[in-house]
């Protein structure tokens, strides 16, 4: 069975960190380009990240301000996503997301998703 499993979420204090991890079965990641994509309650979707099959492209929204980092293990077929500093607004389910090959802008090209992983930031 394909899938994409996300984990590492969790309730986490307001500057505290996360690490979220994205694995894949039934499928190698290496030729897959893979996004992280958060959705708040009552907001829609938002890309965070992005990387390229090969690692070596990497985007980011700009509301993020250097705080996340996004990378990968093809050997271990894992992307992760190193949160650092973060804030309630941080809160939200973070799903991470495969396209072929090349980051891209717009969500709705992401072919694969998985069914994501809560993270929650107290104050």
């Known amino acids: 069975q394909l899938q994409l499993v996300e984990s590492g979420g969790g309730l986490v204090q307001a500057g505290g960190s996360l690490r979220l991890s994205c694995a894949a079965s039934g499928f190698t990641l290496d030729h897959s380009a893979i996004g992280w994509v958060r959705q708040a309650p009552g907001k829609d979707r938002q890309q965070i990240s992005c990387i390229s099959s090969s690692g070596g492209i990497t985007n980011y929204a700009y509301s993020m301000n250097g705080r996340f980092t996004i990378s990968r293990d093809n050997a271990k077929n894992l992307v992760y996503l190193q949160m650092k500093s973060l804030k309630p607004e941080d809160t939200a389910v973070y799903y991470c997301?495969?396209?072929?090959?090349?980051?891209?802008?717009?969500?709705?090209?992401?072919?694969?998703w998985g069914r994501g992983t809560q993270v929650t930031v107290s104050e």
């Open positions: 997301a495969a396209q072929a090959d090349y980051c891209t802008d717009f969500i709705t090209d992401y072919t694969f």
